[in-house]
């Protein structure tokens, strides 16, 4: 009996041993969303030889790496981790992405697991588009402030403008460029005074214009000035 159980221990203590030499991790691109620009990867299957406490992975494109930016993974209630890639970072370009994960340890390590590129491909049919909204005429500035926001389908857009008119033959027209912020989005500034300071109800297109000069209408508005 007692040589039974002393293999029964080597045999647990080798089991032990080739358990904790399992390192694995499945990494799966899980969905692009095409309408939000953002990739989501899924990292699951997790087994390491130490507890795991957390998720990340460096993300560019090119090879110099300029544009890297690192996103940290969200644990789910099965113990996989979500890594979600806003597009927005690198402008919506389409294209090849580095995408190189690694796993955190309790120790204060890291172990990468899985390094990959995808393709992301521009998609030609997406009609061009923009959430376009006016604020409220501002008295004392003489102006009210344009803000076009949701940008869809205008990456080779070089230019962003619209036009403004109160007349019904468009006989006040005038043209406005839009400046590009930080965040992605655009803002035109429309002066009461090009309109002699009229109370009407103002017509407003927005267009983008690519680099040989076509402009598409990719939204508009109305706004009051009184």
């Known amino acids: 009996?007692?040589?039974?159980?002393?293999?029964?221990?080597?045999?647990?203590?080798?089991?032990?041993r080739l358990n904790s030499d399992i390192k694995k991790a499945d990494v799966s691109s899980l969905n692009f969303d095409s309408e939000h620009q953002i990739l989501t990867l899924q990292v699951s299957d997790i087994q390491w030889d130490q507890a795991v406490t957390g998720v990340s992975c460096d993300v560019w494109t090119g090879e110099e790496k300029q544009n890297l930016r690192t996103y940290q993974g969200q644990l789910q209630e099965m113990g996989s981790y979500m890594l979600k890639i806003p597009l927005g970072d690198f402008e919506n370009q389409p294209g090849i992405y580095s995408v190189s994960v690694r796993l955190e340890l309790e120790d204060g390590s890291v172990a990468a697991i899985g390094d990959d590129k995808i393709e992301i491909r521009q998609e030609r049919d997406r009609t061009p588009?923009?959430?376009?909204?006016?604020?409220?005429?501002?008295f004392l500035s003489g102006k009210l402030?344009?803000?076009?926001t949701n940008l869809q389908g205008c990456e080779e857009a070089v230019q962003i403008h619209?036009?403004?008119?109160?007349?019904?033959?468009?006989?006040?027209l005038q043209w406005y460029d839009a400046v590009k912020m930080e965040d992605g989005s655009y803002q035109a500034e429309i002066f009461g005074e090009d309109f002699g300071y009229r109370h009407a109800?103002?017509?407003i297109h927005v267009y983008a214009v690519d680099s040989a000069g076509n402009e598409t209408m990719i939204g508009g508005c109305y706004a009051e000035m009184n």
């Open 162 to 172: 619209c036009s403004v008119w109160s007349a019904v033959d468009r006989s006040d």
């Open 129 to 138: 588009s923009a959430s376009v909204v006016a604020t409220p005429y501002d």
């Open 201 to 203: 109800a103002y017509t």
């Open 1 to 16: 009996m007692e040589e039974a159980n002393v293999g029964l221990a080597q045999k647990s203590e080798l089991m032990d």
């Open 145 to 148: 402030i344009l803000q076009i």
